[in-house]
T-cell receptor, first 115, second 113 residues
Framework: AQSVTQLDSQVPVFEEAPVELRCNYS??????LFWYVQYPNQGLQLLLKYLSGSTLVESINGFEAEFNKSQTSFHLRKPSVHISDTAEYFC?????????????FGTGTRLTIIP | TAGITQAPTSQILAAGRSMTLRCTQD?????MYWYRQDLGLGLRLIHY???????GKGEVPDGYSVSRANTDDFPLTLASAVPSQTSVYFCASSEASLAGELFFGEGSRLTVL
């Protein structure tokens, strides 16, 4: 079975500073990788995903993540954060090439932006 | 666009009572899921349904049951609630062609006393 580890439960960052949210996964087969974001009092929304191809994937709001197979990582980065980025971020993994494959979520990282 | 609608948004329930959390989607997705979210534990899958008429157990199914009579509805029932079922419950749906892209409702906060 696959698993996801998010080592940082909370990350405080000053506004306009860069941020990296770490995600490591474990799986014996090929995987798909995802980052979801949960804004306060809302459900989760897909932020970005890696299925195949380019190992660097980007979201529409400036976040990017890089799939690193050798380090089994999929860290999320943003060069300059904004107050509106305050949210909880979840990394998730599923086995590739399986229809309706279930996602396994990490425990989440709460990103707090300090004005 | 409504997407996923959950009800109720919040509920306080006495231990031993039964409760059904409702979930309706209007996207005609085949697959639906119920997750619970607990501080420090992230999201854990309770039950899922790959298509109408079928259901399956997730990571933490004990104490919960589901049904999938049609494509749109996926209710979650707690037959006899216990305090450890205090949590925020999220319903989600997905389409097999959109690998890993789940659409979530806004959650139902349940407190069992």
């Amino acid at each position: 079975a696959q698993s996801v580890t998010q080592l940082d439960s909370q990350v405080p960052v000053f506004e306009e500073a860069p941020v990296e949210l770490r995600c490591n996964y474990s799986s014996s087969v090929s995987v798909y990788l995802f980052w979801y974001v949960q804004y306060p009092n809302q459900g989760l929304q897909l932020l970005l995903k890696y299925l195949s191809g380019s190992t660097l994937v980007e979201s529409i709001n400036g976040f990017e993540a890089e799939f690193n197979k050798s380090q089994t990582s999929f860290h999320l980065r943003k060069p300059s954060v904004h107050i509106s980025d305050t949210a909880e971020y979840f990394c998730a993994v599923s086995r590739s090439n399986f229809g309706n494959e279930k996602l396994t979520f990490g425990t989440g990282t709460r990103l707090t932006i300090i004005p | 666009t409504a997407g996923i609608t959950q009800a109720p948004t919040s509920q306080i329930l006495a231990a031993g009572r039964s409760m059904t959390l409702r979930c309706t989607q209007d996207m005609r997705h085949n697959a639906m899921y119920w997750y619970r979210q607990d501080l420090g534990l992230g999201l854990r899958l309770i039950h899922y349904s790959n298509t109408a008429g079928t259901t399956g157990k997730g990571e933490v199914p004990d104490g919960y049951s589901v049904s999938r009579a049609n494509t749109d509805d996926f209710p979650l029932t707690l037959a006899s609630a216990v305090p450890s079922q205090t949590s925020v419950y999220f319903c989600a749906s997905s389409e097999a062609s959109l690998a890993g892209e789940l659409f979530f409702g806004e959650g139902s906060r349940l407190t069992v006393l």
